[in-house]
């Protein structure tokens, strides 16, 4: 399930496309595509080498920026809303970045910052654990949920397993190595959000980023860095309240 919403599909859809984070795939928006805000067309692609999809090539946030904007393309979406969660909050800052015309809004939830995110060298070895180790790829996705698993834990923690060999080291490289300038982003209305306990993107991270993007950071307390599956009803309150003052 990748599509769901708005049926009469005119000049003026609204559209909302969720982009997925690491060891994700479209699934992680499960709720969100069961019941797309009103009026909205929910678009939740599963980006290349993802969730056991195909891919081909070098890896880089502005590969999958461009992949994206293909698929977009083909679905006759026009100037749509785009939700990034962590690395899918990259992939949504390159692509608003590129064509910042073309985009109606940018929701950044736990987004990965404007300036890129350094993975410690150390930790490259255990990126590769998480290939072979079940045990491992349970512990590291349920720590991204600290006030309670989603119901369809299950199926993160399957199409996490299913993520192309080369991403496990190749998406903490990609990130590493991108950035965008705010400059780029002047005049695209943009919600930023964090989880209060969220370790990877903490909390000053997500203040930094609304900052440079000329708004307020809201930190969502008592979750991490899954707040939008932790408290799916809660972020659609406020993604709602956001949608809502966008022009057509």
């Known amino acids: 399930m990748a599509e769901r919403g708005a049926r009469d599909r005119g000049a003026d859809e609204r559209v909302l496309v969720a982009i ?7 699934v992680w928006w499960f709720d969100l595509l069961s019941e797309p805000p009103t009026g909205w067309r929910v678009l939740a692609p599963t980006l290349p080498g993802f969730g056991g999809t195909y891919h081909q090539g070098p890896v880089g946030i502005a590969l999958y920026a461009e992949w994206l904007a ?19 909050g990259a992939v949504a800052l390159e692509l608003a970045a590129q064509e910042p015309r073309s985009v109606a809004g940018l929701v950044l939830a736990a987004s990965a910052p404007l300036g890129g995110l350094v993975t410690p060298e150390e930790n490259y070895p255990v990126l590769d654990m998480l290939r072979t180790n079940a045990v ?6 349920g720590a991204l949920f600290p006030s309670g698993r989603p ?10 397993a299913r993520m192309a060999p080369e991403h496990y080291q190749g998406n903490a490289r990609a990130l590493g190595e991108w950035r965008v300038g705010a400059a780029a982003l002047q005049g695209v209305p943009a919600l930023v959000m964090g989880g209060e306990l969220d370790l990877l993107i903490t909390p ?12 307020r950071a809201e930190i969502v307390p ?6 939008p599956q932790e408290d799916p009803a809660g972020f659609r309150a406020r993604l709602d309240e956001f949608l809502s003052t966008l022009s057509a």
């Not at 997925?20 to 479209?26: D, K, L, Q, V, W």
């Not at 119901?151 to 996490?160: L, R």
């Open 20 to 26: 997925h984070g690491n060891f994700a795939s479209a």
């Open 70 to 88: 293909g698929w977009l393309n083909e679905r006759g979406a026009n100037r749509p809303v785009l939700l990034g969660h962590s690395l899918g």
């Open 136 to 141: 491992l790829l349970e512990t590291s996705l």
């Open 151 to 160: 119901a369809n834990f299950a199926q993160f923690i399957e199409d996490g």
């Open 204 to 215: 000053d991270m997500v203040r930094a980023q609304a900052e440079a993007l000329g708004t």
């Open 222 to 227: 008592g979750r991490g860095h899954g707040f």
